[in-house]
C-alpha cells in the first residue's frame, strides 16, 4: 500500500532553516507528481510547494524565494528546504502524492503522510 513518511520538523527560530524530507513507498515514485502541504492550527491545509516528475517546482506566493522543493528518484524522497522562516511558517507540514489538472495545478489524491510540526518562535 502507499505510504509517506515525513521527517525534519522541530522547532526553530525566525529566520532559521529546516529540511523536511518524505519518504514514498508503493508507487511508481518517478511518475508522480509529489506535493508538501501544511495546517496552522484552525486554518485549512494549504498547499505549500509541488514537483512534477520532471523536476519543476511551483509555490506558494507566501514561501516563494524561501522555500526549496527537491525529489531524488534514485531514494523515493522528496524534500522541502525552508529558509528564512516565519512565525506563520508554523503547522504540521503533510506530504503528498499526486497528479496534474489540465492546466497544470497540482492536483492532491487521497494519500498523505502521518505529518511533521515546525514550529517558528518570534
Known amino acids: 500500500q502507499v505510504q509517506l513518511v515525513e521527517s525534519g520538523g522541530g522547532l526553530v527560530q525566525a529566520g532559521g532553516s529546516l529540511r523536511l524530507s518524505c519518504a514514498a513507498s508503493g508507487i511508481t515514485f518517478r511518475i508522480n507528481n509529489m506535493g508538501w502541504y501544511r495546517q496552522a492550527p484552525g486554518k485549512q491545509r494549504e498547499l505549500v510547494a509541488d514537483i512534477t516528475s520532471g523536476g519543476r517546482g511551483n509555490y506558494a506566493d507566501s514561501v516563494k524565494g524561501r522555500f526549496t522543493i527537491s525529489r531524488d528518484n534514485a531514494k523515493n524522497t522528496v524534500y522541502l528546504q525552508m529558509n528564512s522562516l516565519k512565525p506563520e511558517d508554523t503547522g504540521v507540514y503533510y506530504c503528498?502524492?499526486?497528479?496534474?489538472w489540465g492546466d497544470g495545478r497540482y492536483r492532491a489524491s487521497a494519500y498523505w503522510g502521518q505529518g511533521t510540526q515546525v514550529t517558528v518562535s518570534s
Open positions: 503528498n502524492v499526486g497528479t496534474a
